[in-house]
């Protein structure tokens, strides 16, 4: 089974927290359109026998395209590549984009799954974020998606600054009430380059410390494991029958074909990346190249990432499957490392599962580099 992801790169505004691929400026959006249509058969030979279960439209924000774009591309896919009965295909969306009739026509499109970016309800937040929508949007667009969409995830950020507990709590309280069945759920980060990394660095907004995110994480994981929800991965909870099945092909080595000026593919031995610039993208796949850079991973570098995803996600790390595809040594190696994180009651072993404990579980990255094999090849 594999994935095809594609990246729309283009946003209404920039949210001052985001390093993400796009661009503001929308007059060639239908010109990438036809590159991005064109690259997906250019691609089709690195799927031989792979089926597509999933197809993603990922940004930017692939909510500024018209219904008649999206299917336009989906149908691409279609003619290319070999896709399995009732794939699960998500658009990206964002509340400002989301009026009644447009979720309407979505919902008559091959897109069965919804991906909101809320990211808080709290206009005071969202102004600090440079959102394009309000706080009323965010709730709006929630009530109509909810007559057409059944599976439907938000994205909310918790560790701003100025975010109280209890705020935190409201936004997720306020999620739950929606009965949304999967929500994504990250910690601000100070992104070089951004605008928020210019208003810390003038000392206009104070970073939250490492302790206030893990508070507010703790708060997350107690609130939604208590309404329901599974923390299938550090930052996305679902409800059963609802774990995002594209994210976790990422998350489980899955291969997946990323079109799109930015994106990324993975075949199994490869990890490449397109360019990240939308003109040069376009050049190219017009001139029929592919603008794609990309390295073999070696064999420390699949166990590493192994180990990252592995404990991140409640699959965990399998001690058999250490062995079997990377051998002994690298067994050996990784149990000797988590011994202190076991002690710790940050890790711990269900039969062959190296997992995190509730405790272990927001420094599941630190961890992971603790465990990563750095000189044996
Ligand atoms: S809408 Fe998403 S991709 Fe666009 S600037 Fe905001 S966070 Fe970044």
Known sequence: MAGIYIHIPFCKQACHY????FSTQ???KETMINALSKEIPLRKSEFKDEIVETIY???GTPSVLEVSEIEKLVTAVYDNYRVIDKPEITLEANPDDLSEDKIASLSESPINRLSIGVQSFFEEDLKLMNRAHNANEAEQCIQQAKKHFQNISIDL???????????????IDKAISFQISHISSYALTVEPKTALANFVKKGLVKPVEDEVAQEHFHILNNTLTEAGYSCYEISNFGK???FSKNNSAYWQQKKYIGIGPSAHSFDGIRRGWNINNNPKYIKAITNGELPMEEEVLSKTDKYNEYIMTGLRTIWGVSLLKVVEEFGNKYKEYLLQQAEKHLERHLLYLDDDTLLTTKK???????????????NLK
């Open 26 to 28: 929308m007059g060639k």
């Open 240 to 242: 059963p029958g609802y």
């Open 57 to 59: 439209f990922g940004g």
């Open 360 to 374: 272990g579980k927001f420094l599941a990255d630190g961890i992971a580099s603790d465990l990563f094999m750095l």
């Open 18 to 21: 985001c390093d993400f691929h």
């Open 157 to 171: 950020i918790y560790g701003m600054p100025n975010m109280t507990n209890e705020r935190w709590k409201q936004n």
